[in-house]
């Protein structure tokens, strides 16, 4: 009986016992647990993504005076070539009037041409019909008649004169409708190149319009800034890109990247074309430099420079599924472009500065500089 007491009270503190290892071990493999999805979550916390420098979001439009000067010319060109369509188009309808006549004076009888003839004369000035032989001679006898009294002389006077004038009429109607036929034909086709000459210009001037206004957008750096030569040249003036105005131009037309856009970048990154790498390295844009230890994707010349990174922007950053795309504007270009996150905001005031310039230009007047209004 003791010796089964023992062995009870032996199996109760085993049972115990494991139950203790039990709890140990699962207690231990809670611990475990925690500490690796700690470690976890510690692994995949995302860093904050950086604060970027806000934008004013400039769009800013002028009026190329260039452009404003052609559509000015294109409107007198026109104004001018329609007096002239409608000055032929009249000369056809008076045309069409004078033939009608001479057909409806041909298809009468010969005792009715005489006083219709006479004004039909008076009226078109045809002279071919006053220096004509017969009809001289019908003029005359016609003048001749009319101071006789009714005699058998004045019947017979009327008869000669009738049967010589209209002969004469007669070939020389014909050869009057003949004329005004052909001078009709000449006016149609002349009023055909007016027309012809009148869609032209229409066709240039509505082209010329879409380069009248000069745009920078910070919110979409690959619309064309149609900006002229003359202008970006003016705005340059006095830094070290004056000369440049032609690449950025080139890369616009090429790449579609706005060139004042372009030009706000070069002037930022290079301190207005003064800093060493622009000078020295013909890197203007600060293609390739991740540091200021970088050495940089350089040129062999400054225009080399401003298209390898107008070619880069257009095909890495304009456009949804390309590599670096964040969006069209400055900020969206920032994000992978540099490393800054002022960049986009001075490149804004820098094309900002560029595009004031261009307005200047713009305002002056035909003789006077600048500040003349």
Known sequence: MRNKKK???????????????????????????????????????????????????ATMVVKSRVYVKKINNANREIAKTKKSLKKSQNKIKALKKHRQEAKRIMSKGSDETGDDLINYTKKYNSFEYKNNVGYSMYQDLQDDYATKEETALGSTLQSMALSIGNVAVSDMLKEDVENVTTEIELMRDAAKEQRKKLR????????????????????????????????LNYALAGTGMESLAGAFLAAEEEYGVNAVALAGIAAHESAWGNSRRARVDNNLTGFGVYSSSSRGINGRTKTDNILATARCL????????????????????????????????????????????????????????????
């Open 7 to 57: 062995l009870l009270i032996g199996l109760f503190c085993v049972i115990i016992g494991f139950s203790g290892v039990m709890a140990y071990q699962g207690y231990s493999a809670s611990i475990q647990a925690g500490t690796k999805k700690a470690k976890k979550q510690k692994k995949t916390k995302k860093k904050p993504s950086p604060t970027y420098a806000p934008l004013r979001d």
């Open 200 to 231: 032209a210009i229409r066709k240039k001037k509505k082209k010329v319009a879409q380069y009248v206004n000069i745009i920078f957008d910070s919110k979409n750096i690959f619309l064309p800034s149609n900006v002229d030569k003359k202008s």
């Open 314 to 373: 257009a095909t890495r950053y304009a456009e949804p599924g390309q590599p670096y795309f964040h969006g069209s504007g400055l900020l969206g270009v920032n994000k992978s472009y540099a490393a800054s996150t002022t960049w986009a905001s001075r490149v804004e005031d820098c094309s900002i500065t560029i595009m004031k310039k261009i307005a200047d230009y713009n305002r002056r007047d035909r003789y006077g500089s600048p500040h003349d209004q």
